[in-house]
């Protein structure tokens, strides 16, 4: 099976491309290396699978309909994974045309390629944000999503709604996956988990927006791994599915979950809430569940371990934050 994995560069694309290649898959994938963050940790992702005989490299954006293109005329694609696009919801309020531009004309110019390959399978990172500040919990895949709070919701869900209309059109399988706040190995620099375990780790104060009762269903990235290939295995038709770990935590509380586990506490610093952000995020999977098997196994202070082993020794590395 030959898959065409767009942002396998990144935080998820990285692990998930170790176990494509484990279970024998064709991966190509395509990255911009764009700097949301420093390029060279995803540099370094990319070079932990090169010297694979079934790993291929192209650097390059998913909005370059020529390059895309040649791509499908490269490669016999089965399927695609597409997870490129700006993530963050914060950063998206400041540049909300760019946040649109990659996330959804981005997902648009893959649609039409494949569209004209003639490939019809494809599995979408989506995202809870598009929930909104749904008061509603756990958040099902039935509730409304058509008040995101930030461009970046708003990209997410206009995507989703593209990859429905090709489904509909031209009889594409597509599952639209909804991630809960993921964490683990190879993790965003910018993302809460790592900025706290860094700032507890150098006895550096950490910001902490709101009064600490936000709360978020963090998903380790094994899990989400596990929910996209379970996708890939049962991809028939149109669907939206929650996956996440099903089990929130407050701000409050993962704080003190970094802190048992680095061993040190945390200086806090105390700001307002962010516009964008939601006061919580909760998935209910029992559809992922039903559909494909998804079950997360890891739970968060385990996760968290795993996290920060995995951090401190990478730290020395100086691709971390
Ligand atoms: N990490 C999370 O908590 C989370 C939660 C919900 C949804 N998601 C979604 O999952 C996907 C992966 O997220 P991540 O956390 O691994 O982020 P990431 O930023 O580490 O990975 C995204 C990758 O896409 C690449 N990219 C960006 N713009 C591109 C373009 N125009 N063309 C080609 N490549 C481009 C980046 O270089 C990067 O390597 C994203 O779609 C994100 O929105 C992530």
Known sequence: MTILLTGGAGFIGSNLTKQLLQEGKQVVCLDSLDSYYNPDIKWANVQQSLDHPHYHFHEGD??????????????????????????????????????????????????????????????????????????????????????????????KRA???????????????????????VYGPNQRPEMAISQFTDSILNEKPINVFGDGTTARDYTYVEDIVNGIIQSLENLRGFEVLNIGGSDPISLANLIQVIERVVGKSALINRLPMQPGDVQQTYADIRKATQLIGYQPTVRVEDGIKRFVAWYLVKYKTGLVI
């Open 62 to 155: 998913i909005r370059d309909a020529e390059l895309v293109n040649t791509l499908f005329r490269t490669y016999a694609f089965d399927a695609v994974i597409h997870l490129a696009a700006r993530a963050g919801v914060r950063p998206s309020v400041q540049d909300p045309a760019l946040y649109y531009d990659v996330n959804v004309t981005g997902t648009l110019t893959l649609l039409q390629a494949m569209q004209h390959a003639g490939v019809k399978k494809m599995v979408f990172a989506s995202s809870s944000s598009v929930y909104g500040d749904s008061l509603q919990v756990p958040f099902t895949e039935s509730d409304p999503s058509d008040r995101p709070l930030s461009p970046y919701a708003a990209s």
């Open 159 to 181: 995507a989703e709604l593209l990859c429905h209309t090709f489904h509909h059109l031209y009889g594409f399988d597509i599952f639209c996956l909804r991630f809960f706040t």
